[in-house]
């Protein structure tokens, strides 16, 4: 007989190995994914995980990739993080990051064709302002009419690829392009441009702020109380109350963290690797990034693991179409999938699974049970 | 006489622990039988596994001399077994029909089950509108829909889970009438409580359980309440009494406080006024669902109201949130220790940061001191006897009275210049508890002023300086505690004088 | 279902046609609410049955056998929601976008090779005489198979929900497992139960989108129909009438939009587009703000059960 029994703290041990459980997991149903859509599972695999970091002719061109795809995925990750803690929702990253990333080149291709050194980092802060007044649509509604979050900002995001489709069709669309739908390179901008800060290695502005974010994340949960609000508020909502932690002012706090930091990204995107706004801009970042946070555990150091391992998906499935014909749709199911046996294997850590019959002296766990005896 | 339930070496075991160890017991028909024992004695363990909600490890069972083997709450109900459970097996959005239908194996129409709800309900004195919502009932018409559910079954024995912890003396009353007539009608009672009197005026016969074992049997007519609860113990309980203190100043002062309900089943706070001084313990007694977790939020700071319907020392605190309250020092610990008072998944040390942040000046420029919150949380471990393996240890793990401790000295240790508690010796065991009410007298002889809301009476009669009823939100005048008859009591919290 | 001509019958018809997905994949979600579980991966069954649907219907050459694998779709991605939720514990909200997410990359790759290819459809019953009903005949009988399911459906969960035993006792799941659980009904297998009956219903609902109402297929062609779906659950208060109601108000909207885009009026079409979300928006927020005191929503409502010992 199997039995389930809860554990009265999780694992840590646990907390740790699921990821890597899941992982492996993905792994085995990835080869039997490829094996049915007629692949050879070991050379998907090996190109969707491998080559793109040890292939000697492809490496060159997709290591600094990883970073390029990484930045991203990790910096709305970490936004995310704090409100998935707090159990607030936000799963509209993907429309502040469309927003910020909109609203950011506005304000840079407003003044065009200057050359200013001020330039590129108004538009970043436009962008980071983008992101946030954009989330704090479903957070003002979340916290005032008590509308659901999910949903709101959900819905938010089909809104923000109309208004990334009207702008660069119409008022950000390039003068100069022809009557081409997209807006001006801002990566062949100067004042615009977010470059390459170290030669091959992919940093941009984008990785320094990601890499910031992770730091401050990490300090924000280990000492700082406002961290430990958001955690008490995620545990226990009653108990939060109680403690003084004001709910509205939470869902606020929440929001515009991870609406700012998406719209950061936007904006180092539209600058850097994207290089314009066109009306494809939008290619998933703030979804795939709930699954970097839930890979990540939640925790600084985890997404950035689990950011990076995520890019690479991105860069070998890329790969994988050219080389063997995967279609990129596998590598969403791939990643889908990661996130389901992520949550399923979650149980290890919350439960202790055993088989037989209970063992009645297991000291440990007596008092819990005394009290679910009674 | 044929026993109507025979339990021969019941065990059923948990992890950790032994919940029913070799338990046996008769029960014989139409008899009321109690079943006495402290939180964790394996009370509810024994009844669940002959409601067929809990499958025992070993041991048999046998109702009128057949095998009783109840694989589900259904089968119970269809050999004859019906039960009335502690926290109510209702739901409120439904009507009292639905509610009555799926306690029944097999049930009528709901338009006939309406007839007959009422026809069961006017036979034994039960008075029920079958149309109504649940949610909208009184603690003491839910428990006469649960009542007449199981009486709808024609059951035989009748397991009772304490049902009068939610009633007032008066409904006691009315409950014990309708038990007698069913049990004068042969069906047999099997009654759990931890109320002694109570037992001492209904029950024919007693079982009393420590630890999951029998320990011994009482009768109830002829052994004294205190030489039952010695038994149940297993040792002498030392007794509690009232502060000695004599009245100071007035500390805290509520004037006309009124709140709406903060949810559909919640309740209005109604021009609520009160004072308290140094050295006073004020007991607020009700019975449950009557406004007193509406009361505590309203002084924890959890809802805010007026600047002025909240003293604090002279000053208004009405307006101010929990953590403002708290470093004037107004204190409270709320009555659902996992989830409100304390949050279940974090550490003891977590769990100390939670109140005592700002007193404790467990934080600086918003960075908490995790040495400082250690610390503090030790301090509270070792003053008031909670047992747990080390700070670190979730909340979650300790016990209902090692938490209860914890979550009363984490406040205490605050040196609160106000403390409010509320149900604070719930679910604890006679040790722990006699611990707790010890504490908050001592600590009103100190100079504090305390006001303890709680549904148990006998409490507030042994630890309180004056007395108050809490009935549907409004509060009635304060009286002094010594010299207080339970009649009088029951007539303020029926509300007949609520001020 | 292309609208050109600007005239009542082809509006009301393409409101019929429009509202039918949301009708369906909303009374899904509705049972599977009323039984305590929230389900956020309605957009990703419904696009799982949608690509489900219309690659067995090409490659059969039978609609219905689409309709029954668009359902088949649906309810197997229901059943690892209901695996991972109600068997291995695991977060609803979390599982449900993993759900979401799942289902558009895996619809993709299903259905990979049969973006534009137009699918087989199906007709319609004969109502004889009503069809000739001026302007409303034309409109409302003569519709296909499917449109008048989704209404038989609607009053199907409206009977079962507050007519039957088991009604009961799915509500009586939803609205608190503890007390269901001690008066020994079978919580996790009543939850179960719903979701795999939600699970089919979007994939249903998926199918009608690739069946009947495009009828081909494009890569996330759903477009946030699933999440729209569950607004109007949350709009209908939990109760099927008022669903349907819901289902037709968003229908209406959409379908006008739709007309108003062919129509080629002044407006940016981006704007036309959008509008169907943000009318959702406003009405989740004018619900909110009209139940301020607590909601009808099942008190368990995403609450995951574990039976006490």
């Keep these: 007989m199997i039995r389930v029994e809860p554990r009265p703290a999780p694992s840590r041990l646990w907390n740790a190995l699921t990821p890597l459980l899941a992982v492996a997991l993905t792994l085995a149903a990835g080869a039997l994914m490829f094996a049915a ?158 470059p390459e800060l170290i030669a091959g290695t992919g940093a941009h502005w984008g990785v320094v702020a990601a890499m910031l974010a992770v730091v401050l994340a990490y300090a924000l949960f280990a000492r700082a109380k406002l961290g430990y609000d958001i955690r008490l508020a995620g545990e226990a909502p009653r108990a939060a109350r109680f403690a003084g932690v004001s709910p509205p002012r939470l869902v606020i706090l929440c929001f515009a963290v991870s609406g700012g930091l998406a719209g950061l990204a936007g904006i180092f995107e539209a600058t850097g690797p994207s290089g314009q706004i066109g009306i494809d801009f939008g290619v998933g970042y703030g979804f795939t990034a709930i699954i970097v946070a839930f890979l990540g555990r939640l925790n600084p150091f985890g997404i950035v693991l689990a950011g990076l391992l995520m890019a690479l998906t991105y860069i070998g499935g890329e790969l994988a179409q050219m080389m063997v014909g995967i279609p990129l749709a596998a590598i969403q199911a791939l990643q889908g999938m990661l996130l389901f046996f992520l949550l399923g294997v979650d149980v290890l850590s919350r439960y202790r699974v055993r088989l037989g019959r209970a063992r009645p002296a297991d000291v440990a766990a007596a008092p819990r049970a005394a009290e679910a005896a009674e | ?57 070993s041991g048999t069972m046998t109702l009128e001399g057949r095998p009783f083997v109840p694989a589900s709450p259904h089968a119970a109900r269809a050999a004859g077994v019906g039960m009335v459970f502690q926290h109510f097996s209702l739901w409120g959005a439904l009507s009292v029909a639905e509610n009555v239908a799926l306690g029944m194996e097999d049930p009528p129409p709901l338009r006939d089950l309406a007839r007959r709800i009422r026809d069961v309900s006017a036979e034994y004195g039960l008075p029920l509108d079958p149309a109504r919502l649940v949610g909208d009932l009184s603690a003491g018409e839910r428990q006469r829909v649960e009542i ?79 030489a039952m609860a010695e038994a149940m113990v297993g040792g002498t309980i030392p007794e509690a009494r009232p502060a000695q203190a004599a009245p100071g100043a007035v500390r805290l002062e509520v004037r006309a406080l009124s709140l709406p309900a903060p949810d559909a089943f919640g309740t209005a706070l109604r021009d609520v006024s009160f004072q308290v001084r140094a050295g006073e313990v004020l007991g607020i007694g009700g019975v449950a669902g009557n406004g007193q977790d509406e009361l505590l939020a309203a002084l924890s700071g959890e809802r805010r109201s007026p600047p002025g319907a909240v003293l604090m020392d002279g000053g208004q605190a009405g307006h101010l949130p929990p953590p403002a309250r708290r470093r004037l020092g107004l204190l409270s610990a709320p009555e659902e220790r996992l989830g409100h008072a304390a949050a279940p998944a974090m550490t003891l040390t977590e769990n100390a940061l939670m109140t005592g942040a700002a007193r404790r000046g467990l934080v600086r420029r918003g960075l908490v001191s995790w040495k400082g919150a250690r610390r503090f949380a030790r301090e509270v471990i070792e003053g008031f006897d909670v047992r747990t393996p080390s700070t670190e240890t979730p909340a979650r793990a300790l016990s209902g009275g090692n938490l209860q401790k914890f979550v009363i000295g984490r406040e205490i240790l605050q040196d609160p210049q106000v403390l409010v508690v509320n149900q604070p010796t719930w679910g604890v065991d006679a040790s722990a508890a006699s611990a707790i009410r010890r504490a908050l007298t001592d600590l009103a002889e100190g100079g504090a002023a305390v006001v303890v809301i709680s549904q148990d009476l006998d409490e507030l009669l042994e630890i309180a300086t004056r007395f108050a009823a809490l009935a549907g939100g409004r509060l009635s005048t304060a009286v002094p505690a010594a010299g207080l008859t339970l009649d009088r009591i029951g007539l303020m919290l029926g509300g007949a004088e609520a001020a | 279902m292309p609208v050109i001509d600007l005239n009542w019958t082809a509006f009301l018809a393409s409101v019929l046609v429009v509202s039918t997905p949301f009708l369906l994949a909303a009374l899904g979600e509705l049972v599977v609410e009323r039984a305590g579980v929230l389900n956020l991966g309605v957009e990703g069954m419904m696009i799982t049955g949608a690509a489900a649907g219309i690659v067995v219907a090409i490659e059969t050459g039978s609609p219905w056998a689409g309709f029954l694998c668009a359902a088949l779709g649906g309810l197997g991605l229901g059943l690892v929601f209901a695996l991972l939720t109600q068997g291995l514990q695991s977060n609803q909200v979390a599982t449900g976008l993993g759900l979401t997410l799942f289902g558009l990359g895996f619809s993709a790759l299903l259905a990979q090779g049969y973006v534009g290819v137009p699918a087989p ?81 979007a994939g249903l609902a998926g199918g009608y989108l690739t069946l009947v109402r495009v009828p081909s297929w494009t890569d996330g062609m759903t477009a946030g129909a699933g999440w729209i779906a569950l607004a109007i659950v949350v709009f209908g208060g939990w109760r099927p009438g008022r669903v349907l109601l819901g289902a037709w108000l968003f229908g209406g909207a959409q379908a006008l939009q739709l007309r108003l885009q062919a129509a080629q009026v002044p407006v940016p079409v981006e704007l036309l587009s959008m509008s169907p979300y943000l009318i959702t928006i406003a009405v989740l927020v004018a619900i909110s703000v009209r139940r301020r005191a607590g909601g009808a929503a099942p008190a368990c409502l995403g609450q995951p059960f574990r039976a006490g010992a």
């Excluded at chain 1, 990739?65 to 998935?84: C, E, T, Y």
């Excluded at chain 2, 059951?155 to 009772?160: A, I, K, Q």
């Excluded at chain 3, 069809?131 to 005949?137: E, F, N, Q, T, W």
């Design chain 1, 37 to 194: 859509l007629g692949v050879g599972p070991g050379a998907a695999l090996r190109t969707i995980f491998l080559d793109p970091l040890f292939d000697p002719r492809l490496a060159a061109f997709s290591r600094p990739q990883l970073l390029v795809k990484a930045a991203p995925l990790i910096l709305i990750a970490i936004g995310l993080s704090l409100g998935f803690r707090a159990g607030i929702w936000n799963i509209g990253a993907e429309g502040q990051y469309l927003i910020g990333a909109v609203l950011g080149a506005a304000a840079g291709l407003a003044l065009f064709p200057a050359e200013s050194r001020l330039i590129f980092p108004l538009m970043v802060l436009c962008g980071l302002l983008g992101g946030l007044l954009w989330a704090m649509i479903p957070a003002l509604l979340k916290a005032y009419a008590r509308t659901n979050e999910i949903l709101v900002s959900l819905l938010l995001v089909y809104v923000a690829e109309n208004v990334v489709a009207w702008a660069a069709l119409g008022p950000l669309r390039n003068p100069d392009g022809g009557g081409f739908p997209g807006s001006r390179q801002l990566s062949r901008w100067d004042a615009a441009s977010n």
């Design chain 2, 1 to 57: 006489m044929t026993p109507l339930l025979q339990i021969d070496g019941l065990t059923k075991a948990y992890p950790g622990v032994v919940a029913n160890d070799d338990v046996s017991l008769t029960v014989l028909p139409g008899e009321v039988h109690a079943l006495l024992g402290e939180n964790g004695a394996g009370k509810s363990t024994l009844v669940k596994a002959i409601y067929g909600l809990v499958a025992p490890d």
């Design chain 3, 121 to 201: 459809t199906i007709g319609g019953p004969d109502l004889g005489p009503l069809r000739d009903v001026p302007i409303l005949g034309p409109a409302l009988f003569a519709r296909d198979w499917v449109v008048y399911l989704g209404l038989l459906a609607a009053l199907g969960v409206w009977l079962y929900l507050f007519r039957t035993r088991s009604g009961l006792i799915l509500r009586a799941v939803g609205e608190g497992h503890d007390a269901a659980h001690a008066l020994g009904y079978r919580v996790r297998a009543t939850r179960v139960a719903a979701i795999a009956f939600g699970g089919a219903m």
């Design chain 2, 148 to 226: 007449v559910r199981c009486l709808l079954g024609r059951p035989r024995l009748l397991v009772m889970d304490e049902p009068t912890s939610v009633l007032t003396p008066q409904e006691v009353d009315a409950l014990f009438a309708t038990l007698g007539k069913l049990s004068a009608e042969g069906t047999a009672i099997l009654y759990i409580s931890h109320k002694l009197e109570e037992i001492r005026a209904l029950c024919d016969r007693a079982t009393i359980l420590r630890r999951g074992r029998v320990v011994g049997t009482a009768d109830p007519k002829a052994d004294s309440a205190r």
